[in-house]
C-alpha cells in the first residue's frame, strides 16, 4: 500500500507551518507536498524542523499556474489537497484587493478544478480508487461580517463579508461549495476564529505589540480598542483541521473558534503586562500603548460557535488565550532576541 500523499498550499506561512509538522508527526506514512508562492507573509525558515524530514517535500510556486498545478497532479497523484494558500491581510487588501482576488479567488478555482479532472470522470464520478480523495478549503469567520454585542457565528450565518479580503475568501468558500453541489465532488471547508502563536507574520496584532514593545516603540491600536475577536491558539487550529481532513462530512462546513473573546485593548494590556515580568524595564510597556486612527470597514467583533465540531468530531481546545499567550510571547521573545 503505497503512502498517502498530500498537496499542502501555503504551507509555509503561519497556519500552514504549524500544520505540516504537526501532521507529519501524527501520520508517519504520508508524504507532504508543500506548494507555496513565498510571497511576504511566507517564510521557508518557519519550516527548518522539518526541511530534510524524509516525507516532506517543498515546491516554489504559484496556485494560479494552471501548468504548474497540473504537472504536479500527474507527477505526483495527490490523495488530497489541504488549501492554506490565500492573501489574508485586511489591510492589504484595503489598498491592493487585486492580489486577493487574483489568489484566493482564482487560485482556488484553479486548484479544484484541476483535482476534479484528476479525481472524477464526471458529475458524482470518481475514477476508480479515486472515491475517497478529498479538498480541504481553510477559510476565516470574516466572511461572516461583524456580530453585534451577543450572537455567535454557526455554520448557518448568512456571509456578509466586509472586507475585499473577506469578500475573496467567501467567494472562494462558494466556488468549493459548488463543486460538491454540481460535481459531487469530495470536500470540506472550515472557517476559523483570529489564530494567534508561533511563526506568525510580524505585521499582525500580536507580534506587533511584541515587537513594537521589547523596541521601546509606540503600541498601535485601532480606533478606541474595542474591537472584539474571537482568539485560537493555531496548534488547537491544526487539530480541528485534522480531525475536520480526517473524518468531516463531505460537503459540510466546520467552525473552529476557541471561545476566547477579547477585544485589542486588553490582548494589549495583557502583552504588557506578562512582558513587564518576563522582560521588566523602568515603566511598564504599557505605558506605550497608543490609540491611532480606525481602519476603514472595521468589523466590531466576531465570535464563533464550535459546537458542531465539537459535538460531531470531539474537538476541543487545549489552550485558553491566557495560557496560549503566554506560550506565543515565550516564541517570539526567543525570536526576537
Not at 507573509?41 to 496556485?63: M, P, V
Not at 489568489?103 to 472524477?120: E, H, P, Y
Request: glycine letters at 8%.
Amino acid at each position: 500500500m503505497k503512502d498517502k500523499v498530500i498537496l499542502v498550499t501555503g504551507g509555509a506561512g503561519f497556519i500552514g507551518s504549524n500544520f505540516i509538522p504537526y501532521f507529519l508527526d501524527s501520520y508517519k506514512y504520508t508524504k507532504i507536498i508543500n506548494l507555496d508562492k513565498l510571497t511576504y507573509a511566507g517564510d521557508l525558515s518557519n519550516l527548518e524542523e522539518i526541511s530534510s524530514h524524509s516525507n516532506y517535500s517543498f515546491i516554489e510556486g504559484d496556485i494560479c499556474d494552471r501548468n504548474l498545478v497540473e504537472h504536479l497532479f500527474k507527477v505526483h497523484d495527490f490523495d488530497a489537497v489541504i488549501h492554506f494558500a490565500a492573501e489574508s491581510h485586511v489591510d492589504n487588501s484595503i489598498k491592493n484587493p487585486d492580489a486577493f482576488i487574483q489568489t484566493n479567488i482564482f487560485g482556488t478555482f484553479n486548484l479544484l478544478d484541476v483535482a476534479k479532472n484528476c479525481w472524477m470522470v464526471g458529475a458524482n464520478e470518481f475514477k476508480k480508487g479515486c472515491e475517497s480523495k478529498r479538498f480541504h478549503h481553510i477559510s476565516t469567520d470574516e466572511v461572516y461580517g461583524t456580530l453585534g454585542e451577543v450572537g455567535l457565528f454557526t455554520e448557518d450565518t448568512p456571509y456578509a463579508p466586509n472586507s475585499p479580503y473577506s469578500a475573496s475568501k467567501a467567494s472562494s468558500d462558494f466556488i468549493v461549495r459548488s463543486y460538491f453541489h454540481t460535481y459531487g465532488m469530495n470536500v470540506v471547508t472550515t472557517n476559523c476564529s483570529n489564530n494567534y502563536g508561533p511563526k506568525q507574520h510580524n505585521e499582525k496584532l500580536i507580534p506587533t505589540i511584541i515587537r513594537k514593545a521589547i523596541n521601546g516603540e509606540q503600541i498601535p491600536i485601532y480606533g478606541d480598542g474595542k474591537n472584539i475577536r474571537d482568539w485560537l491558539y493555531v496548534l488547537d487550529h491544526c487539530k480541528g483541521i485534522d480531525l475536520v481532513f480526517q473524518k468531516g462530512k463531505s460537503g459540510d462546513t466546520y467552525n473552529i473558534g476557541g471561545y476566547n473573546e477579547r477585544d485589542n485593548l486588553y490582548i494589549a494590556n495583557k502583552i504588557c503586562e506578562l512582558l513587564d515580568k518576563a522582560k521588566p524595564k523602568q515603566g511598564s510597556y504599557k505605558e506605550q500603548i497608543a490609540f491611532v486612527n480606525d481602519r476603514p470597514g472595521h468589523d466590531f467583533r466576531y465570535a464563533i460557535d464550535a459546537s458542531k465540531i465539537e459535538t460531531e468530531l470531539g474537538w476541543v481546545a487545549d489552550e485558553n488565550f491566557e495560557t496560549g499567550i503566554q506560550k506565543t510571547i515565550d516564541w517570539y521573545l526567543n525570536k526576537y532576541n
